[in-house]
């Protein structure tokens, strides 16, 4: 591969009341759409061989606004998916503190091993995530390729690529419609641009 656009979706509702979704699927609210138009704007003198995007709707629909402008089909991919939350779905931080506070005591101690009640590890989070950017890298050998994802997810790739450790993950800001560049042409992934929000190139 060539070079790499990771992409956070679009703002939803979720975002705005700092709700935590992982697998469920929610849509983007109007100023997501906006984002994901800017994005689309931003990146049509920028051609692209194609989009990965998750399955969910808020990136989907993030990624076929991009693709509309290029002229791509979307393939999407259930391993893209934000990390699976299980009881803590749709709960603010504060919520889930005061439901499971010694669960998120445990959670901050035992960040990569700690399982979600009812939901997934980060390990296991990692491994997936992992496992299909290796994967579209070995389909798209000296393409450019552009992967429409979650905020969970972006972090990530980021750790994974750019052979960061994971006390990274929460140093990295990516914000809903950010735009993350990734040269990887070279023996080493170059870092381009990180957590990009410009609306127009």
Not at 148 to 163: A, E, P, Q
Request: hydrophobic fraction near 40%.
């Amino acid at each position: 591969m060539k070079k790499l656009f990771l992409i956070r979706h679009g703002q939803t509702d979720g975002n705005v009341a700092l709700r935590y979704y992982g697998h469920t699927d929610i849509v983007l609210n109007e100023r997501g759409r906006d984002q994901a138009r800017g994005l689309a704007i931003r990146l049509s003198h920028k051609p692209l061989d194609r989009i990965y995007s998750s399955d969910l709707a808020r990136a989907y629909e993030t990624a076929r606004i991009i693709a509309g402008g290029q002229g791509l089909d979307v393939q999407r991919s259930r391993r893209l998916r934000e990390i699976d939350l299980g009881d803590w779905e749709g709960l603010t931080f504060e919520e889930i503190k005061a439901r499971d506070e010694e669960l998120v005591r445990q959670w901050m101690v035992e960040f990569e091993t700690f399982r979600m009640p009812n939901g997934e590890s980060v390990a296991e989070f990692r491994s997936r995530v992992e496992d299909e950017i290796k994967n579209i890298i070995a389909k798209n050998r000296d393409q450019t390729v552009a992967i429409v994802t979650h905020g969970g997810v972006t972090r990530m790739v980021l750790c994974y690529l750019l052979g960061w450790d994971l006390s990274s993950f929460w140093h990295l800001c990516q914000d809903t419609g950010c735009l993350n560049v990734i040269d990887l042409a070279g023996d080493k992934p170059q870092l381009v641009l990180l957590n990009s929000r410009r609306v127009k190139p």
